[in-house]
Antibody, heavy 122, light 107 residues
Framework: QVQLQESGPGLVKPSETLSLTCTVS?????????WGWIRQPPGKGLEWIGSIYHSGSTYYNPSLKSRVTISVDTSKNQFSLKLSSVTAADTAVYYC???????????????WGKGTTVTVSS | DIQLTQSPSFLSASVGDRVTITCRASQGITTYLAWYQQKPGKAPKLLIYAASTLQSGVPSRFSGSGSGTEFTLTISSLQPEDFATYYC?????????FGQGTRLEIK
């Protein structure tokens, strides 16, 4: 059974870099699928941050693109998120998720981590 | 970016009711649409993808339909565990986007 678990600091100071890691268990991260980060500010909806494919290709939300980096560490079966120059507006629950597609190439995000709360405050 | 607009934003219903949530896309996305259920303090759960394909393990009272720019999620007979917030997501093109959510509460 595939499981994802986010980890990282729960408190980040303004202007610093938010760094989170998603550890994948029950599935080899390099064997297909894609991996993504999604966030949810308090009391608000879901916002896609970006995705990385097993090929290494990355896609980012244009609203965050200049500040975001997503990478994979296959040796640790993990993928990571870095968001630079954070402000209070980046306070949110951050989720990592696995994405896949069926034989018709219809995409979905089917396995999610439980989420981790990150607060930006001095 | 493709904008998704869900209606209604809030829905009050009773156990046993049939409810329908609509998701409209700002441009055509064929059937690259997914629906998720989220309960308070929990991660979203995939219910339906490709507009109408039920994810494994999801009860058959959930169904989805639509193509192009208009989509619906229907729950045929509400159960107590169905009261949650529902989101649509388009996976037709990057950036991926979500609707603003529909909160379904017990009447």
């Amino acid at each position: 059974q595939v499981q994802l678990q986010e980890s990282g600091p729960g408190l980040v100071k303004p202007s610093e870099t938010l760094s989170l890691t998603c550890t994948v268990s029950g599935h080899y991260i390099d064997s297909g699928y894609y991996w993504g980060w999604i966030r949810q500010p308090p009391g608000k909806g879901l916002e896609w941050i970006g995705s990385i494919y097993h090929s290494g290709s990355t896609y980012y939300n244009p609203s965050l693109k200049s500040r975001v980096t997503i990478s994979v560490d296959t040796s640790k079966n993990q993928f990571s998120l870095k968001l630079s120059s954070v402000t209070a507006a980046d306070t949110a629950v951050y989720y990592c998720a696995r994405g896949g597609w069926d034989q018709r190439y219809y995409y979905y995000m089917d396995v999610w981590g439980k989420g981790t709360t990150v607060t930006v405050s001095s | 970016d493709i904008q998704l607009t869900q209606s209604p934003s809030f829905l009050s219903a009773s156990v046993g009711d049939r409810v329908t949530i609509t998701c409209r896309a700002s441009q055509g996305i064929t059937t690259y649409l997914a629906w998720y259920q989220q309960k308070p303090g929990k991660a979203p759960k995939l219910l339906i993808y490709a507009a109408s394909t039920l994810q494994s393990g999801v009860p058959s009272r959930f169904s989805g339909s639509g193509s192009g720019t208009e989509f619906t999620l229907t729950i045929s007979s509400l159960q107590p565990e169905d009261f949650a917030t529902y989101y649509c997501q388009q996976l037709n093109s990057y950036p991926l986007t979500f609707g603003q959510g529909t909160r379904l509460e017990i009447k």
